[in-house]
């Protein structure tokens, strides 16, 4: 978790991301993803969004849905695609 614009730049900005690896299912590479959002990431080689599944064993899936982010608000997860 980092502070960023604070003094002159107005008021912080929190961050709160995840770097893990796997193997993507677009690419069929292993692969680093950035988390979006606590269970939705992104390949860092193909770009493709997946959703983490910890179900025994951490899996990654397509995510179909979109990723609304709204200033003001935390990251909103629309599973409707």
Excluded: W
């Amino acid at each position: 978790m980092a502070g960023f614009g604070k003094g002159k730049f107005g008021n912080g900005l929190e961050i709160n991301t995840q770097v893990v690896n796997g193997k993507c299912p677009f690419c069929t590479v292993e692969s680093i993803f950035v988390s979006l959002h606590p269970t939705v990431f992104r390949c860092v080689t193909c770009g493709s969004d997946v959703e983490q599944k910890i179900n025994g064993k951490i899996s990654y899936i397509p995510y179909g849905g979109k990723i609304v982010l709204q200033e003001g608000e935390n990251t909103k997860l629309n599973h409707n695609g």
